[in-house]
Every structure is written in C-alpha cells, then in structure tokens.
C-alpha cells in the first residue's frame, strides 16, 4: 500500500460559505485513497490567510518519511 499525505487550505471565509470547506475537500481525497489502495498517514489543514504553517510542516514531515512519496490535494491550486 502507498502511503500519502493529505492537504487542505481555504484561503477566506468565501470559499468556506461557497462549499469549499475543509471537510468538502477531505472527503472526495479520502475517497480516492481509498479506491486506489493508499493509506493517509497524515493530515494536514492551513485555513484563511493566516499564513501556510501546516504547508511547510507537511513538507518537513515528508523528508523524515522516505516512503511517502505521494501529497492528495483537491486542487493543484491549493499548493500555489
């Protein structure tokens, strides 16, 4: 089984009241890795403008876990 890190960000309270909320985003992902033989051994979540925190602790978790090499995110402009 691969393993995979998964990603979520909404950038304004919009996006949040327009349906993009976290749990919008986790759950078509956690579909996915679920039908492709992945297993998420972590999350991580950076929510408004309040700076991408969990964007650079998800990269650090990554170089200590040389077996996950795969990042799911709803969007590739979540990781813009």
Same mark, same amino acid.
């Given at each position: 089984?691969?393993?995979?890190v998964?990603?979520? /960000?909404?950038?304004? %309270? $919009?996006?949040?009241?327009?349906? *993009?909320?976290?749990? #919008?985003?986790?759950?078509?992902?956690?579909?996915?890795a679920? %039908? $492709? $033989?992945? #297993?998420?051994?972590?999350? *991580?979540?950076? !929510? %408004? /403008?309040?700076?991408? @925190? $969990? *964007?650079?602790?998800?990269? #650090?978790? /990554? &170089?200590? /876990?040389?077996?996950? &090499? !795969?990042?799911?995110?709803?969007? @590739?402009?979540?990781l813009?």
């Amino acid at each position: 089984m691969r393993e995979a890190v998964l990603y979520t /960000r909404v950038s304004s %309270k $919009n996006q949040e009241r327009e349906g *993009f909320s976290i749990p #919008a985003h986790q759950a078509p992902l956690h579909s996915y890795a679920a %039908k $492709n $033989n992945i #297993a998420v051994v972590e999350e *991580f979540i950076d !929510v %408004k /403008r309040a700076g991408r @925190t $969990n *964007f650079g602790r998800m990269h #650090a978790y /990554r &170089r200590k /876990r040389p077996t996950c &090499r !795969v990042v799911l995110v709803e969007k @590739t402009d979540r990781l813009y």
